[in-house]
C-alpha cells in the first residue's frame, strides 16, 4: 500500500487556490476530495481568501477520514451544517478505485485530487515557475513545504530561482538573515541557542544546506556545521583557535593527534580554513571590544579563555605557545619581555613579539608597563651624563628625565594582571633606575648649595630663574595677540613629558622654543612651595605671597611692558550651569589682554589620601584645560603653559616622618642638614629667613604622609617645564623654532639605544685615508709635471636637492601655481630621508617654516609635486597626523639612481 502523504492547510489553500475558478463555477456547498492526511494539529476551519477581484472569501472545513463511510457522512453533514458556499474538504488515505460513482459526482473534477509539492511550492512563493535545479532536488521541495513561516513566504514573483529558494530555507532554519550571512555571522550562529534546531533536521536536507553554504562560504562552513550537529557549537570559536596549530609544520605527531581529536570527522583542510576563519573573526571582535567593562570584551575574553582550557585539556598549551591570540602565549611573551630586560636588544625582540599578540589592544594596561620597561632598560644602556651644572640638571630633567619619572611611575604602579616573574623583573628595574636617579639628585644637591647664594638673572650660569620665565617665553609672543599664560601648579617635567606629548598629536597647536630642540627649562626659588614659587613666577621676581599678590604683581609686571593683564585663579575658571568657563574669563580671553591662570588638579591631587592618583596625566585630567585650550585658539592666542614647582611621589619607602623643629614643610625645614639632605642659602630662599634644609633624596618627609610632596631639592621638585603654544606659524616670533616630538622626546624612548649610536656615527667625519709615504729628493718627472693642485671637494646633493633639480620636478612645478620654493621642499624631503620616510605634522611644519602656515593645503601643493601621475611618492598615515615618503618609489619616479 502507497504511503498516504501529511498535508498541512498551506498545502489545501494552494490546492483550492489552484482550482479556484472551478470552484467558483460550483454553486452552494462544494466537496474536495484529497489524497493525503490532514496533519494533527492544523485549522479544521478557515477561510479561502479571493485571488482576483470579484471573488469573495469562501468558508473551508476540512476533516481527515480514512475510509468512504466517513467521507459519505462528512458530506452528507456538511451538506446541512455548512456554509452556504462554504468548501468541505476531505482528505483521506482511500485509493480512487474504492471511490463510488455516486461520490465522485460531488467531488470537485470529479476525482481523488493530489497534491504537487512543486506546484504547491510555486504557490507559496507567488512564483511562476520553479528554478529547474529546485523542483530536481525533491529534498528541497518538500523542506521548503515544511518550513514556511507562519506568515508564509515572502512573494516572490517570476523565477524562483535555486539560490533564492535556499536563502530563504537556511533564514528560517537558522533563524538568520541568509542574505547577509558570512563566516563571521555564521560563527555567531554557532553560539546562539537557535543551533538546537539544526540537530534536529533531517539528514538530507542538513547535507543540503550544508553543500550550497560550503559552496557559498568555503571549507570553513563545513567545520562549523559539523561542530554544531555534534553538540559543540557553543565551542566552535575556541576550537578554532586550537585548530590553527595544524598550520605549524614543526607540530608533533602527538599533537597533531590532539588537534584531529577535536574535529572527529571533519577534513583536515576544512578546520585549517576554519581555524583562519576564526582567526579574523576574533581580530574583528578585538578590535571592537570596547572599554574593560565592555560586554563585546567579556564575550572576547571568555572565548579564548575556553581555548586555552580545551588546549590544556588536551595537551597543547605547550604547542600553542606562540599563538597570536591565546590568553596564556600572551602570557609568556610577557614573561619574555620581563627576563629579556637586561638586555636591551632581547628586550627590543620581546616587546616586539608582544606587540604583535592580538590580546595587546585589549590588555593595553599590561602592554604600557611593559613597553615603559623596556624604555627604561634602553635609558639604562645609555652613558651616564652626569650633573655639570644646575642649569644642566634642570635641562636634562625637562629633556629627559621626566620621561624617565614617567616610565618609573607607571612601572612602580604596575598592573593588576601582572605576572609574578614580570612583577619581579619591573621591581629590580625600578631599583635600578632609582639608584641612578638618586645618584644625579644627590650631584645636583651640591651643585644648588654652591650656584643658590649667588644666583641671581646675570649670574645664573646659564640657567633659567622661575622669575623670568614670562620675560623670556611670554614676552616675545606678546604681539598683535596677547599670550595666554596657564600655570599648572606642581606640574613636574614628567606630567609635562605626558601632556605635551599629547599636545604634539593634535594638529591644531604648534609647539615652539627659543633653543632649537629643546623646551625652556627654569629653576625655582626655594624651597619650592607654592607660595614663593608661584608668585616669583607671575610678579616676576622672588617674592612671597598669595593670590593677592600674584594678581597684583602680574598686572604690575604687564604694564612694564605695555599691556593690560589680569589673572584667575582656579576658583575664579568655573562658569555658571551650561557654561564651562566664567563669562569674565571668556570675555578677557575675547579681548586684548594678556590673560593669566591657575589650575591646582595636579597639586591638589598630592593631598592626604590621594596616593595612587595622578601617576599620568591626559589633557582631560586637569579641569579647564581642554576648554582654556580651545577658547585660547579660537581667539588666535599662543598658549605658555608652565608650572611653580614640581613633585615627588609617596613610594612607600619612608617609615615614617623625619624629626624637624623650628619651621617645616612637607620637604624643608630649617636647622642643620642630616643624610640625604643639603643646606641653601641666599636671596633665592624665601623662607627660614633665607637658609633652609631641603632633602634630596625622595623618600624623605616631615609631615605625615600624602600622595605626594614638594618643597624639597630634587630636580623632579624644582625643574620648572615651558611649553610654548602657537596656533599658526605666523605668531613663531623672530629666532624661535618650531619644536616637533621628534625632538621632544628622548631617542631611547622611540627607539633602541643602538638606533642613537648609528645615528651619531653618520653624523661624525669620516677620518682622512692615510697617504702612501713619498721619498724626499727630485723626482724623474719633476721637471715636466707641474705642481699639483690640491683638489676642492665637491659637495655631494642631497636627495632633496636632486630631486628639485631633475627635470621631472621641473615639468610637475608647472602645474601648481604659487607652490612652496624648491628650497623648502629639498629641505622636507631631506627631514623625511632623514627620519626613515616618516614624521610628524609638527616636524614637517618645522622644517618647512612660515612655507607651512597652512599646513595642508602645503602638503597638498607638494603632493601635486611629488606623486608622480599620482603615485603615493607622500602621504598622509595614521588618521592624517604622520607624513610618509616612500623613498624607493621616490627615486623611482624622478629617475634617481640608487644609493
Known amino acids: 500500500m502507497a504511503q498516504v502523504p501529511p498535508i498541512t492547510r498551506a498545502g489545501i489553500e494552494s490546492l483550492l487556490t489552484q482550482h479556484r475558478h472551478t470552484l467558483d463555477k460550483q454553486p452552494g456547498r462544494c466537496l474536495v476530495l484529497v489524497h493525503g492526511r490532514y496533519e494533527p494539529g492544523e485549522r479544521t476551519e478557515f477561510r479561502l481568501k479571493p485571488v482576483e ?42 485509493e480512487p478505485a474504492e471511490l463510488d460513482w455516486d461520490l465522485r459526482g460531488h467531488a470537485l473534477d470529479t476525482s481523488l485530487l493530489r497534491i504537487d509539492p512543486v ?93 550550497w553554504l560550503v559552496e557559498r562560504l568555503g571549507l570553513a562552513a563545513e567545520a562549523v556545521l559539523a561542530l554544531v550537529a555534534a553538540g559543540r557549537g557553543r565551542d566552535a570559536l575556541a576550537l578554532g583557535v586550537v585548530g590553527s596549530a595544524l598550520s605549524d609544520q614543526s607540530l608533533s605527531r602527538d599533537a597533531l593527534v590532539s588537534v584531529g581529536g577535536l574535529f572527529p570527522g571533519i577534513r583536515s583542510d576544512a578546520v585549517e580554513a576554519f581555524a583562519l576563519a576564526v582567526d579574523g573573526t576574533l581580530s574583528r571582535w578585538i578590535t571592537a571590544a570596547g572599554p574593560a567593562d565592555s560586554p563585546a570584551r567579556h564575550e572576547v575574553l571568555t572565548v579564548l579563555e575556553r581555548a586555552d582550557e580545551l588546549a590544556k585539556q588536551t595537551g597543547l598549551t605547550e604547542a600553542l605557545s606562540s599563538n597570536p591570540l591565546l590568553p596564556s602565549a600572551w602570557r609568556t611573551r610577557l614573561r619574555s619581555v620581563g627576563a629579556a630586560l637586561p638586555d636591551p636588544k ?52 625637562v629633556a629627559e628625565w621626566g620621561w624617565v619619572d614617567y616610565a618609573v611611575a607607571v612601572l612602580w604602579a604596575g598592573d593588576a594582571a601582572s605576572e609574578p616573574v614580570s612583577a619581579k623583573a619591573y621591581r629590580n628595574l625600578c631599583e635600578q633606575v632609582t639608584a641612578r636617579r638618586t645618584a644625579s639628585d644627590e650631584e645636583f644637591a651640591l651643585r644648588l648649595a654652591s650656584w643658590v647664594p649667588y644666583a641671581r638673572a646675570q649670574l645664573s650660569e646659564g640657567a633659567l630663574l622661575i622669575e623670568d620665565i614670562l620675560t623670556t617665553a611670554a614676552v616675545p609672543l606678546a604681539g598683535d595677540s596677547a599670550p595666554v599664560i596657564i600655570v599648572l601648579d606642581g606640574m613636574s617635567a614628567s606630567a609635562a613629558a605626558q601632556l605635551g606629548d599629547e599636545l604634539s598629536r593634535r594638529p591644531n597647536w604648534l609647539e615652539t622654543s627659543p633653543i632649537p630642540g629643546a623646551r625652556l627649562a627654569a629653576v625655582s626659588v626655594f624651597p619650592s612651595i607654592t607660595t614663593v614659587s608661584r608668585p616669583s613666577l607671575l610678579c616676576g621676581k622672588p617674592i612671597a605671597g598669595g593670590q593677592s599678590t600674584e594678581k597684583d604683581g602680574f598686572a604690575a609686571f604687564w604694564k612694564k611692558h605695555h599691556k593690560q593683564a589680569r589673572l584667575f585663579h582656579e576658583n575664579e575658571v568655573g562658569g555658571g550651569a ?31 589620601g590621594r596616593e595612587g592618583d595622578g601617576t ?14 580651545t577658547q585660547a585658539r579660537s581667539y588666535g592666542r599662543p598658549v605658555v603653559v608652565t608650572s611653580d614647582h614640581g613633585h615627588v611621589l609617596e613610594r612607600g619607602l619612608a617609615g615614617g616622618p623625619s624629626p624637624a623643629a623650628a619651621e617645616y614643610g612637607g620637604r624643608w625645614r630649617t636647622g642643620t642638614p642630616g643624610e640625604g639632605e643639603v643646606a641653601l642659602r641666599g636671596p633665592r630662599v624665601l623662607e627660614g629667613n633665607g637658609k633652609v634644609v631641603l632633602p634630596w633624596r625622595e623618600d624623605i618627609r616631615y609631615t605625615q604622609k600624602r600622595a605626594g610632596y614638594h618643597g624639597g631639592a630634587a630636580l623632579a621638585e624644582v625643574s620648572i617645564p615651558v611649553l610654548v603654544l602657537l596656533p599658526s606659524v605666523d605668531a613663531l616670533p623672530d629666532g624661535w623654532v ?58 655631494r646633493k642631497t636627495l632633496g636637492q636632486q630631486v628639485t633639480a631633475s627635470k621631472i620636478f621641473s615639468t610637475q612645478e608647472k602645474f601648481v601655481r604659487r607652490g612652496p620654493s624648491s628650497d623648502v621642499v629639498a629641505a622636507v624631503i631631506d627631514s623625511l630621508a632623514d627620519a626613515g620616510g616618516k614624521l610628524s605634522l609638527a616636524a614637517v611644519a618645522s622644517t618647512a617654516g612660515k612655507a607651512a602656515r597652512n599646513i595642508d593645503g602645503f602638503l597638498a601643493t607638494v603632493q601635486r609635486l611629488l606623486n608622480v601621475e599620482s603615485y603615493p611618492v607622500l602621504e598622509l598615515i595614521d588618521g592624517g597626523r604622520t607624513v610618509e615618503l616612500n623613498l624607493e618609489l621616490l627615486r623611482t619616479q624622478f629617475d634617481l639612481d640608487k644609493p
Open 53 to 94: 477581484g470579484g471573488q469573495d472569501e469562501r468558508a473551508v472545513r476540512v476533516t481527515d477520514q480514512p475510509s468512504i463511510l466517513g467521507i459519505t457522512a462528512e458530506w452528507l453533514d456538511y451538506q446541512h451544517t455548512g456554509a452556504a458556499s462554504g468548501v468541505l474538504v476531505v482528505t483521506t488515505g482511500v
Open 119 to 211: 506546484e504547491s511550492l510555486k504557490f507559496r512563493f507567488g512564483a511562476n515557475r520553479l528554478d529547474p535545479r529546485v523542483w530536481q532536488s525533491t529534498w528541497l521541495v518538500q523542506a521548503l513545504l515544511d518550513a514556511e513561516p507562519t506568515s508564509g513566504w515572502a512573494r516572490r514573483g517570476g523565477v524562483l530561482t535555486y539560490d533564492d529558494a535556499l536563502l530563504a530555507l537556511v533564514g528560517q532554519r537558522l533563524g538568520v538573515d541568509a542574505a547577509t550571512l558570512d563566516l563571521d555571522r555564521l560563527l555567531e550562529w554557532s553560539r546562539s541557542t537557535a543551533t538546537t534546531s539544526w540537530a534536529e533536521l533531517d539528514n538530507t536536507e542538513r547535507d543540503g544546506i550544508r553543500s
Open 346 to 397: 632581547a628586550a627590543n625582540r620581546a616587546l616586539g613579539e608582544l606587540r604583535g599578540h592580538r590580546l595587546a589592544e585589549l590588555f593595553n594596561s599590561q602592554k604600557t608597563t611593559a613597553t615603559m620597561a623596556v624604555r627604561l632598560a634602553r635609558w639604562l644602556a645609555t652613558p651616564e651624563s652626569g650633573v655639570p651644572s644646575v642649569s644642566a640638571g634642570v635641562q636634562q630633567q
Open 578 to 608: 551650561g557654561q564651562s568657563l566664567n563669562p569674565e574669563l571668556v570675555a578677557a580671553l575675547a579681548g586684548a589682554e594678556v590673560v593669566g591662570v591657575v589650575l591646582n588638579t595636579i597639586d591638589d591631587t598630592l593631598g592626604p
Open 616 to 629: 599620568t596625566w591626559r589633557l582631560q585630567d586637569i579641569r579647564y584645560l581642554t576648554s582654556l585650550l
Open 738 to 795: 618650531g619644536l616637533p616630538a621628534e625632538q621632544t622626546t628622548p631617542s631611547w624612548w622611540r627607539g633602541s639605544p643602538e638606533q642613537v649610536l648609528v645615528e651619531t656615527a653618520a653624523a661624525t667625519k669620516a677620518p682622512r685615508k692615510k697617504q702612501k709615504a713619498i721619498p724626499d729628493g727630485p723626482g724623474l718627472f719633476d721637471h715636466v709635471l707641474p705642481e699639483p693642485t690640491p683638489s676642492v671637494p665637491v659637495a
